[in-house]
C-alpha cells in the first residue's frame, strides 16, 4: 500500500523551530520528487517547498531563508525544517512525491505533479 505519513506538526510559539517529517512506505521515495504544501481552512493550497531527486531545491518567498527541505532516501523519507516560525505560517502542512518530466533535477512547486499525498499534519504557530 503506497502511503505518505507525516508528523511533527504541533503548537509552537513565533520565533520557535519545528521540524516535519514525512515517511514512504510502499514505493521507493528516490524516485519521485517531494513538495511540502499547506493549507488554511477557506483558502486555497499553498505550495512551501520542493526537491527534486537529485536534491535542487525551490522554496516561495515567504518561507526563504527560513525553512530547509530535506531528504533521506536511505531513510525513505523527507523533512521541512522550519526556523523563525510567524503566525502566518499556521495551516495544515502535507508532503506529496511525484514524478514528472524532468524531476531528477527540477523542483516543481505544482501541485499538479505530485500524485501521493499524507493525510496532513497541524502546525500552530501562536503565543
Known amino acids: 500500500q503506497v502511503q505518505l505519513v507525516e508528523s511533527g506538526g504541533g503548537l509552537v510559539q513565533p520565533g520557535g523551530s519545528l521540524r516535519l517529517s514525512c515517511a514512504a512506505s510502499?514505493?521507493?521515495?528516490?524516485?519521485?520528487?517531494i513538495g511540502w504544501f499547506r493549507q488554511v481552512p477557506g483558502k486555497e493550497r499553498e505550495a512551501v517547498s520542493s526537491?527534486?531527486?537529485?536534491?535542487?531545491?525551490d522554496y516561495i518567498e515567504s518561507v526563504k531563508g527560513r525553512f530547509t527541505i530535506s531528504r533521506d532516501n536511505a531513510k525513505n523519507s523527507a523533512y521541512l525544517q522550519m526556523n523563525s516560525l510567524e503566525p502566518e505560517d499556521t495551516a495544515v502542512y502535507y508532503c506529496?512525491?511525484?514524478?514528472?518530466?524532468?524531476?531528477?533535477?527540477?523542483?516543481?512547486?505544482?501541485?499538479?505533479?505530485?500524485?501521493?499525498w499524507g493525510q496532513g499534519v497541524q502546525v500552530t504557530v501562536s503565543s
Open positions: 506529496a512525491a511525484g514524478w514528472y518530466s524532468g524531476s531528477a533535477y527540477k523542483p516543481s512547486l505544482s501541485g499538479d505533479h505530485y500524485t501521493w
Open positions: 510502499g514505493f521507493s521515495l528516490a524516485s519521485y520528487a
Open positions: 526537491i527534486s531527486t537529485a536534491g535542487s531545491t
